[in-house]
T-cell receptor, first 113, second 119 residues
Framework: GENVEQHPSTLSVQEGDSAVIKCTYSDSASNYFPWYKQELGKGPQLIIDIRSNVGEKKDQRIAVTLNKTAKHFSLHITETQPEDSAVYFCAASIDQAGTALIFGKGTTLSVSS | GAVVSQHPSRVICKSGTSVKIECRSLDFQATTMFWYRQFPKQSLMLMATSNEGSKATYEQGVEKDKFLINHASLTLSTLTVTSAHPEDSSFYIC???????????????FGPGTRLTVL
């Protein structure tokens, strides 16, 4: 089955700096890669996702890149703000009905002002 | 759009009792709902996949007789923790996917979670 590795487990940056979180996956059949942000005591919120037919996707300060050959994908947050502080999870799955997401272990991002 | 609710948000119960958690998709139909368990500072662990009108599929190591899942409609799935014990204390989160079609066919939307504490 699929296995997702996520690094780093913790990341501290200064406000305005960029943050990068990296994930690798094992199943070459996976073709859907979402990123979730989870704040304390709340459920995960989808912030961006990418499918295997593209190599990069951007939404304002957030971007995701995908390298299918190397089986890794990354989340890039630019101009970080204190409200970006949260736990971020990457996930991977096959893009079809009934297929569960397999999550990485999460990255705790702390943005200090 | 794409809102998933859970009820209750917090529950405290005595050991040996049963607790039911509801997961609802408020503005869309979901043929598939997933139940996750999350321990403090850990990732989400998939417990089971729930398909409307059929039996849930449980992940290895998850006791189906202890964690009863019912997905009776396209907008509601329930998780019942039977004969709860302190080790069942955890954060339970559900997610739902769109029924079919559309540009966001594969996206999963998560509920806010339910904090279960068993005394």
């Amino acid at each position: 089955g699929e296995n997702v590795e996520q690094h780093p487990s913790t990341l501290s940056v200064q406000e305005g700096d960029s943050a990068v979180i990296k994930c690798t996956y094992s199943d070459s059949a996976s073709n859907y890669f979402p990123w979730y942000k989870q704040e304390l005591g709340k459920g995960p919120q989808l912030i961006i996702d990418i499918r295997s037919n593209v190599g990069e996707k951007k939404d304002q300060r957030i971007a995701v890149t995908l390298n299918k050959t190397a089986k890794h994908f990354s989340l890039h947050i630019t101009e970080t703000q204190p409200e970006d502080s949260a736990v971020y999870f990457c996930a991977a799955s096959i893009d079809q009905a009934g297929t569960a997401l397999i999550f990485g272990k999460g990255t705790t991002l702390s943005v200090s002002s | 759009g794409a809102v998933v609710s859970q009820h209750p948000s917090r529950v405290i119960c005595k050991s040996g009792t049963s607790v039911k958690i509801e997961c609802r998709s408020l503005d869309f139909q979901a043929t598939t709902m997933f139940w996750y368990r999350q321990f403090p500072k850990q990732s989400l662990m998939l417990m089971a996949t729930s398909n409307e009108g059929s039996k849930a599929t449980y992940e290895q190591g998850v006791e189906k007789d202890k964690f009863l899942i019912n997905h009776a409609s396209l907008t509601l799935s329930t998780l019942t923790v039977t004969s709860a014990h302190p080790e069942d204390s955890s954060f339970y989160i559900c997610s739902a996917r769109w029924a079919s079609g559309g540009p966001i066919y594969n996206e999963q939307f998560f509920g806010p979670g339910t904090r279960l504490t068993v005394l």
